[in-house]
């Protein structure tokens, strides 16, 4: 989903400080600057309560030197060819690092890297989360601080992002962004365009059907992810870049294929073991001209808006740009990179899982026609924002769906102090990733967890027996101050394309195997990706 695919990565530095003992109030002056402990007078402006530990708890933990986890040697033998890791996905590392292991080990850092510690017990991530201050502290990707601090100062003059910021920094820019955001009724602001892109697409693949077999002739993936990349261009550089058309702009062509070469070669280099660094190799630098080809091609566009809007002599901001431009021209180049960046591949892939669970299950498919068609009679009946606002069944489609297949497959903090998890001493400064996607699918925390119920997620009393006891087990946009701020756009754009779809065609899945993901930044539809699209009478 919106930046959340690109915001857990292990591969980043964590805060350096001293170890804080449980019941202090005041961090060390170095943290302080970074980070603030959430003490018990924030919680009333909390939504996530703070819940002390105490010393007792401390003295009684196993020291974290004796966490279970493979050494490094070994691990560096295992990720070799012909090792048990070697060219396996995050999913299948992680998976079989548990069954290795057990629900708590430590994965130590290689060529200078942070250790991460991985839990799969919901408990910590409650004290996780319940620890995590105003100012929530997360690994992001190395490079971008590099590239955008180190590499182009004159470009983002010392701006890294909601991404890669942490502490007052993160914290001061988020307050600005997160009024525009955050806010339903701001981002739904751009739901009519929103639905004409959909609609677009709709009769874009009706173009492309095939009559005999209702078969797409295309790359359903790459169509996907065009709808995905034209929508959040609308949003956040307020333009079409035509990509459904035959003449599409070159520059957003151009722009599409360094935004897939970027999630590539990120994996390369803020997740997998690597000397950048300290030596730049031929390969890490054909990585800073992708970066380098998404800052000048986005920084085009939006000088280009600017103009614009002087020209038009526009005083009040309507869209995402222009009240971003309004708080600062450096910060919202930084989001409209980022959304770019973190909008068309989780997008894409969270639409194709939710066609998918809805295809493979045509009773549920049914249900939800039924509401979309009870407040959309025509089957092009505009797609407002009153009458998007009853649709808790296909709200619930997209939950059920991200708890099943969720963008990543866990949440990462690095803790601001001293806390005991699984009975071990977790020191401050501790890189933590937090694997909720194995537990949100297992009967022990989501009854009948094999099968796709969006019922669970509405509200009436046979819902109550399908959810999950525990709140912290399903997060598929985080949770805390540092939820995923794209979380509003990717929900309304992903909804908009589901109802167009539904509204129109009967989906089935004709694959000859389940659908398969791989799994590096984000976990993505790969192989092979067969739907048909039965028309409506």
């Not at 019941?23 to 919680?43: C, N, P």
């Not at 939710?354 to 089957?379: D, F, G, H, S």
Request: aromatic share 10%.
């Amino acid at each position: 989903m919106l930046l959340r695919n690109i915001k857990n990565s292990v591969a980043c530095h964590c805060l350096q400080n001293l170890p804080l003992r449980f019941g202090q109030r005041q961090l060390s002056m170095g943290l302080l600057d970074m980070q603030k402990v959430l003490t018990r007078e924030d919680i009333k402006s909390s939504s996530i309560p703070y819940v002390e530990q105490s010393d007792t708890e401390w003295s009684r933990a196993l020291p974290y030197n004796s966490l279970p986890g493979p050494s490094r040697l070994r691990l560096i033998k295992e990720v070799l060819p012909g090792g048990k890791y070697c060219n396996v996905n995050m999913m299948e590392l992680n998976r079989l690092l548990r069954e290795t292991y057990g629900d708590i080990y430590l994965v130590k850092g290689l060529f200078g890297r942070e250790d991460t510690v991985f839990t799969y017990n919901p408990h910590d991530f409650e004290i996780m989360f319940r620890n995590e201050g105003i100012w929530p502290h997360r690994v992001g990707l190395q490079t971008f601080n590099y590239y955008r601090k180190k590499k182009r100062p004159e470009v983002f003059h010392g701006i890294g992002g909601l991404v890669s910021e942490q502490g007052k920094t993160w914290g001061d820019i988020r307050s600005k962004v997160n009024p525009i955001m955050m806010k339903s009724q701001t981002i739904r602001e751009n739901l009519p365009q929103i639905d004409v892109i959909a609609q677009e697409f709709t009769k874009r693949l009706e173009s492309m059907r095939v009559i005999s077999d209702n078969h797409i002739k295309c790359n359903f993936l790459e169509e996907v992810q065009k709808w995905a990349f034209e929508s959040i261009s609308f949003i956040a550089l307020n333009k079409r870049m035509g990509l459904f058309g035959d003449n599409p702009d070159r520059k957003a062509l151009n722009l599409a294929e360094n935004m897939s070469l970027f999630f590539q070669l990120s994996y390369e280099f803020d997740v997998k073991p690597s000397v950048w660094p300290y030596v730049q190799t031929r390969a890490f630098k054909e990585f800073l001209t992708v970066y380098d080809n998404i800052t000048n091609i986005t920084l085009s566009y939006i000088e280009q808006e600017m103009s614009e809007l002087q020209r038009r002599d526009i005083q009040e901001a309507k869209s995402v740009l222009e009240k971003l431009l309004k708080i600062d021209k450096h910060i919202a180049l930084v989001m409209v990179m980022d959304m770019l960046m973190a909008g068309i591949d989780t997008t894409a892939s969270t639409s194709i899982s939710v066609l998918y669970m809805l295809a493979t299950n045509p009773e549920k498919q049914l249900r939800l026609r039924e509401e979309i068609c009870e407040l959309l009679p025509e089957p092009w009946s505009p797609l407002t924002t009153e009458n998007s606002k009853n649709m808790p069944y296909l709200r619930a489609c997209l939950k059920e769906s991200l708890r099943i297949m969720p963008i990543t497959p866990g949440n990462m903090r690095t803790t601001i102090k001293d806390l005991v998890l699984s009975g071990y001493q977790i020191p401050a400064g501790s890189n933590v990733l937090m694997g909720v996607m194995p537990l949100a699918n297992t009967d022990e925390y989501f009854p009948k967890s094999d099968q796709f119920l969006p019922e669970r997620w509405l509200k009436n009393e046979k819902s109550a027996e399908l959810k999950s006891k525990n709140a912290f087990v399903y997060a598929p946009f985080g949770m805390g101050p540092r939820t995923c701020i794209g979380k509003r756009i990717a929900e309304m754009e992903i909804e908009t394309l589901i109802t167009r779809l539904i509204r129109n065609y009967h989906i089935s899945w004709s694959g000859k195997e389940k659908l398969k993901y791989e799994s590096n930044i984000i976990t993505k539809p790969c192989g092979e990706i067969k739907f048909q699209f039965e028309p409506l009478r």
